[in-house]
């Protein structure tokens, strides 16, 4: 019998994620797959900055994942949310898709992610047509959909749902005659039904879901037996003192509380150069 089989999902979602998401999830885990679109996601922040997300990432998705309770009366809930940015350590453009699933019959949540640099997330600002259409091949246009405003990032009227050449042109030359400096503001369309790239990677991040729920509490058998801690404390190959790396992982069964350690996940001692010690 297959983890979820014979239970309902729901997705709360305008933005077409079952397109990728519903395959993955009904025949892995064997539930029946319910879109909720009576809510407008939008309202939770958008990534055009015309509302913007008032809370984490995680807790955007907790909130899609209640209203879609409320609105199907399903017991077990997915959402995805997604972040675009910069790579915390280098100038590269970076996404984090997180895929948070609730199942409300045993109060209990799990989430996979896809983490990386696959992302076209990209803007420019120009007054040149030739420019404009060298970035838009650059971002996979016109697979990938572009937003055009006026002037810079906060220009009026936002130009969506751009995804062929004609209406490319178009909203460009409207953009040019509002703007006051003649300039153009072109940015990537990040939602996952205007953008392949990032269909893929929410796509990714079920996946990982989904291989985290098939890891089983040997006890109990319950889904979902995962890392709910992780101890540092590797000693140093020198002298033996505890550094930050990693010394242990904890897994945690929520339903029995049945725990298993294990040791060195990453080898039994850390290079000298992490110890606070040796290489202060
Ligand atoms: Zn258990
Ligand atoms: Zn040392």
Not at 11 to 37: D, I, R, W, Y
Not at 175 to 196: L, Q, W, Y
């Amino acid at each position: 019998m297959k983890v979820f089989e014979g239970r309902t999902i729901v997705l709360l979602s305008k933005h077409n994620k079952e397109a990728v998401m519903q395959p993955l999830l009904e025949s892995q885990t064997g539930c029946h797959f319910v879109v909720e679109k009576r809510f407008d996601t939008d309202k939770l922040g958008t990534f055009t900055r015309e509302i913007q997300r008032k809370k984490s990432q995680l807790e955007t998705a907790r909130q899609k994942i209640k209203m879609g309770i409320k609105l199907s009366k399903a017991q077990l809930a997915i959402a995805s949310e997604g972040s675009f940015g910069s790579h915390p350590l280098a100038p590269i453009p970076w996404n984090l898709e997180i895929v948070l699933l609730y199942d409300k019959n045993e109060d209990f949540e799990i989430f996979g992610i896809y983490e990386g640099a696959d992302t076209n997330f990209d803007h420019l600002v120009t007054q040149d047509w030739q420019e404009a259409l060298d970035f838009a091949r650059k971002i996979g246009f016109p697979d990938h959909w572009l937003i055009l405003r006026p002037e810079n990032e906060k220009g009026k009227p936002v130009y969506k749902d751009i995804f062929d050449v004609t209406r490319f042109e178009e909203a460009f030359l409207h953009c040019a005659k509002k703007s006051s400096s003649g300039n153009v503001f072109i940015e990537t369309d990040m939602r996952a039904h205007a953008n392949p790239t990032r269909m893929k990677n929410i796509g990714t991040a079920t996946q990982n879901l989904i291989e985290k729920l098939h890891n089983f509490c040997p006890i109990c058998g319950a889904y979902g037996f995962m890392i709910t801690d992780v101890i540092k404390g590797l000693p140093c190959e020198m002298c033996s003192i505890p550094s930050d790396l990693t010394l242990k992982y904890v897994y945690r069964c929520y339903k029995c509380k049945h725990t298993v350690e294990q040791l060195h996940p990453k080898g039994t001692t850390a290079s000298a150069q992490y110890c606070h010690y040796c290489n202060p």
